[in-house]
């Protein structure tokens, strides 16, 4: 395994002449909270040596070329709202922090395009492009604390991505700091490029271990004139999922396409001190749908009544739009708050096995005695089963959790799935990958960060490891 250099006094206070001593943290108290993001397994906590905060992209550069010189790692951050460890820093060192690169530079309701600093809030983004007429498509259920930063470093999925697909498919151009301090700009304001590979889709997704991004400029579109949200409400999980993929083919087009599950609903009720339709045995699909025209959308309605009606739902309603959508948004708080010990899995599988794998999942968990709730980006097929601690005691947690998530996997690879759709592998998934992903595609993983990040400081122990 690597070893790294600790972060001297001399190398503090190179910081220091870097961003100025308002922007560097090193007293134990206020590191704590930059040990870990949402992942709350303490097994995947890890103390940083010190914090910075950059305030512009040469300050950047400059720590960058410090880590390489001294071998210290680095771990760039967004909020912290992570849920694969990804921002907490395994090997110590320093935390590199964007949250004071907060600016929205350019909002071009013209061309259809922002440029936005790491930092800025992901609802920020929202609100300045339908301020402007116009919609910013990535919508992750966190958006009102994750940055877009750690956005584009994680190609965050969300509740609007079986139409307008997920964070990578939202940036025209991102600009980073290589992991040997070099700034340069990937992609561009092009519809089109062939011209060698695809730097920039290579840094998104990459989970801070290629490049720190420190500017990007992302997509706008139109907005949608008409907009609708329905909530189907079913009898059990197999009617709902069942319904998705026909909703899928019959051209309704959805923009969301969202199931909770009866425990997920429960939760949520409790938490937010709410009721909800048919609480006590309803699953939900949230269907969302937008057009053009009056007709258009009514047209949708029609057939996804039909589609849903004919697959067994209970019920098909015009839900409080606002009130739903609070409850789907709230599942990860209202676990955490019940208990905190419980971990939110992400499985991702080909829609048309969606219905297979979300019985095997349930059963898995009926095999260890655990306590399994579901929402998923049913569109995408994406699931969050979250486990929770239920009867296992805590001595027995990490193992017990081991054995599930192992069993969860065998099965997904089995069936062409992976393990995280959306929230990242980060330290979290890290054996994981070394266990289930293809041999040749982890080597070829490995030999791009090797060539990139010669002395391995840029967030090393994520995703997988070196030696
Ligand atoms: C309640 C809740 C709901 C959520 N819902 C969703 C959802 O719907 N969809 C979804 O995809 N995720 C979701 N997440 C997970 C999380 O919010 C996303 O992964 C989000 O993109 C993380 O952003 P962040 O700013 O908090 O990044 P952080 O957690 O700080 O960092 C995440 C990763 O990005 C890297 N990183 C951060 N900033 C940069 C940068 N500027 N340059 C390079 N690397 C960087 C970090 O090193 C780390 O590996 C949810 C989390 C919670 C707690």
Redesign the pocket.
């Known amino acids: 395994m690597k070893q790294y250099n600790k972060c001297s006094e001399g190398i503090i206070k190179d910081l220091i002449t870097i961003v100025g001593e308002k922007n560097v943290i090193t007293d134990i108290a206020r590191l704590a909270p930059y040990s870990q993001?949402?992942v709350t397994d303490e097994r995947f906590h890890h103390l940083p040596e010190a914090v910075v905060f950059p305030e512009n992209r040469e300050q950047v550069a400059q720590i960058i070329r410090l880590a390489n010189r001294e071998v210290i790692p680095v771990?760039?951050?967004?909020?912290?709202?992570?849920?694969?460890a990804?921002?907490a820093p395994m090997y110590g060192g320093i935390v590199l922090s964007?949250e004071k690169m907060n600016r929205i530079v350019e909002v071009n309701s013209e061309h259809l395009y922002m440029v936005v600093e790491?930092?800025v809030r992901?609802q920020d983004i929202q609100k300045a492009a339908s301020d402007a007429g116009l919609l910013y498509a990535g919508?992750?259920?966190?958006g009102e604390?994750?940055?877009?930063?750690?956005?584009?470093?994680?190609?965050?999925?969300?509740?609007k991505a079986v139409k307008y697909g997920?964070?990578r498919h939202q940036v025209y151009s991102v600009e980073?700091v290589t992991p040997t301090g070099e700034i340069t700009e990937l992609g561009g304001l092009l519809n089109k490029s062939t011209s060698g590979y695809c730097l920039e889709q290579l840094i998104i997704g990459?989970?801070?271990?290629l490049?720190?991004?420190?500017q990007a400029t992302i997509k706008l579109m139109p907005l949608k004139i008409y907009k609708m949200d329905f909530l189907a409400v079913f009898p059990d999980a197999e009617t709902a999922i069942g319904s998705v993929y026909k909703l899928m083919k019959a051209g309704v087009d959805p923009t969301s396409l969202e199931y909770m599950d009866n425990e997920a609903i429960n939760v949520c009720a409790r938490y937010l001190k709410e009721s909800y339709p048919f609480q006590q045995e309803g699953n939900y699909l949230i269907i969302t749908v937008e057009s053009d025209t009056e007709d258009e959308l009514d047209a949708k309605a029609v057939r996804i009544d039909e589609i849903c009606n004919c697959n067994g739902a209970i019920a098909m309603l015009v839900p409080d739009s606002k009130k739903i959508w609070t409850a789907r948004?709230?599942?990860?708080?209202a676990n955490r708050e019940e208990c905190y010990i419980h971990s939110p899995e992400d499985m991702v599988v080909p829609v048309k096995q969606l219905p297979y794998a979300m019985k095997q999942f349930m059963q898995i968990c009926r095999e260890h005695q655990a306590l399994g709730r579901v929402v998923a980006?049913a569109g995408d097929g994406n699931v969050h089963l979250t486990i929770m601690q239920g009867q296992i005691c805590a001595e027995n947690w990490a193992a017990k959790i081991d054995e599930i998530v192992n069993d969860l996997l065998t099965f997904t690879y089995s069936i062409g799935g992976r393990m995280s759709g959306?929230?990242?592998v980060?330290s979290k998934r890290k054996k994981w990958m070394h266990k289930f992903a293809d041999p040749v595609q982890l080597r070829m993983m490995q030999a791009i960060k090797q060539a990139l990040d010669p002395v391995g400081i840029l967030?090393p122990g994520?995703i997988f490891e070196l030696e």
């Open positions: 993001d949402e771990t760039p951050r967004g909020a912290g709202t992570g849920l694969a990804g921002a964007l790491p930092g992901t919508d992750p259920s966190s604390n994750c940055l877009i930063g750690g956005n584009i470093a994680t190609n965050a999925g969300g509740n997920t964070t980073v990459s989970e801070g271990t490049g720190v991004i420190t948004r709230a599942f990860g708080d980006h959306e929230h990242g980060g967030n994520t």
